[in-house]
């Protein structure tokens, strides 16, 4: 067979991919799990999502916080979970006390009751080293995760519960002179912070947990050669020696193993904590092309294949994410709010055996008895809306205050549809995202309710669902989730308030 290369143009691309690796964002047993982030405005109710993850035969969840609301959903299910600290919560837990507070009340707690919360990790930040923060959490993770990790074998847990710190792919690249994945590298800024977490892991058994994003390499890249973000074989290969890349995917993860070599730590097991593809947003973003990724990667898992470096391996991945989230910022984009597998009223957007059996064209099961508003739409009343500047500034005030906007990105699903209807969807979502409430669709006399469905092919006109009652607070729970570290300062308040609880606790109980 002859010995299928890169043209110049696809081999200079890659190579600049491998280069960065992602300018933006095998422990045993490697069954699927998800990513549930919970920046929405409404919630399913607890025992719908777990229904929905036990129906899917989903064994592992990931979280970006330790919410009471994900945690009771938890309980009792034999889910294995991973907990996060948020960012912000880094700094305190440089102290020791606040660590062993927040592992006493986050991780104790809900191990030791019944039914238990099956805990195995525990986030330590999220992607704290990503050159946008500007070394904002350098000096402060190492010791948190040391922290964290003390706090848990002191509590005599640290034998079933590691900590790690999930990483995006720009912490490690290939240099210039040789841009192929065996020549893996820490990037300069953090390479002796990184030789130390590495060192830390292989003396306590815990995971590397990184983020790997191929639908970043179009996005980025628009020279980018598209097959090389999938996995159906159709890219030509990049060569690396005795090794042959069909898919960005193997060729990062592979980079990241020569890295964790170069310290004497290639048995350190590998974590992919994020990956995923969304559906909404840009152009290389809809239910199609996710479908086909997703389809690539779980047939990938399913055979076990490894990666060349690693050949015959299972690899540990958690999808991103479960459900959409609308309460995200788009900062990084418009498809940010669009990486769900599911909407958020629970419906799959595409086929995908969550199961981790592989099975082509398999239709994820659904979140069952969802309750929803009012059969009703709020849209642009077409007799009064005569002043166009009027509208674009009823238009703006609901994208900022509740309206989820970002399908309205020029490269999003409404972007071909007329401005009526792209003002309509705007009054709708803010109409939805209040829940329905009493004037609520008014925008000064030009919106109106009506029956009609206004969904204009790919524009989907949704009715927004009851939010969940918390019986135990006796209040609508809205969203406190933390996996969108743009906006994360709000979404900490309710971390903090366990942390000091806990050591207020610890203090009274003279522990």
Known sequence: MADLRFTPLATSV?????????????AAD??????????????????????????????????????PYAMDTLAGTGIEVMVAVNNLLLFPMNDYATAKAWVAANITQYRTQSPEVNIKYVAVGNEPFLQEYDGR??????????????????????????A?????????????????????????????LMSDIVKFYNQTGAPFTVNIYPFFSL????????????FDGKAAPLVDGDFSYTNVFDANYDTLLAALRSEDCGDVPIIVGEVGWPTDGDVHANPTIAGRFYAGLTRKMAK??????????????????????????????????????????????????????????????????????????????AEKATNESQVQESVDYACKNGADCAALGERASCAGVDTDTKASYAFNSYFQALGQASGSCDFGGLAKITPKNYTAGSCK???????????????????????????????????????LLAIFLMAVMGS
């Open 14 to 26: 890659v190579a600049a991919f491998l280069l960065s690796l992602s300018l933006f964002p095998q």
């Open 30 to 67: 490697a069954t699927l799990g998800v990513n549930w982030g919970t920046m929405t405005y409404h919630r399913l109710p607890p025992k719908t999502v777990a229904r929905l993850l036990k129906d899917n035969k989903i064994t592992k969840v990931k979280l970006f916080d330790a919410d």
């Open 137 to 162: 959490f350098t000096n402060v993770t190492f010791p948190a995760l040391k922290n964290i990790q003390r706090a848990l074998d002191e509590a005599g847990l640290g034998d079933e519960v590691k």
């Open 164 to 192: 790690t710190v999930p990483l995006n792919a720009d912490i490690y690249y290939s240099p210039s002179f040789k841009p192929v994945p065996s020549a893996g590298k820490w990037r300069d800024d953090v390479a002796d």
């Open 219 to 230: 996005y980025i890249n628009p020279n980018f050669p598209a097959d090389f973000a999938f």
């Open 304 to 381: 076990r294949s490894g990666t060349p470096q690693k050949p015959k391996q299972d690899i540990d991945v958690y999808l991103f994410g479960l459900f959409d989230e609308e309460a995200k910022s788009t900062l990084p984009g418009d498809f940010e709010r669009s990486w769900g597998i599911f909407t958020t009223d629970g419906r799959a957007k595409f086929p995908i055996d969550l199961s981790g059996g592989g099975e082509a064209g398999k239709w994820p099961a659904e979140a069952v008895g969802v309750e929803y508003l009012e059969t009703k739409w709020c849209v642009l009343d």
């Open 461 to 499: 006109f949704g009715i927004g669902i009851k939010p969940y009652v918390d019986g135990s607070l006796g209040a609508a729970r809205g969203s406190v989730g933390d996996d969108d570290e743009v906006s994360y300062a709000s979404a900490t308040v309710a971390g903090l308030s366990q942390v």
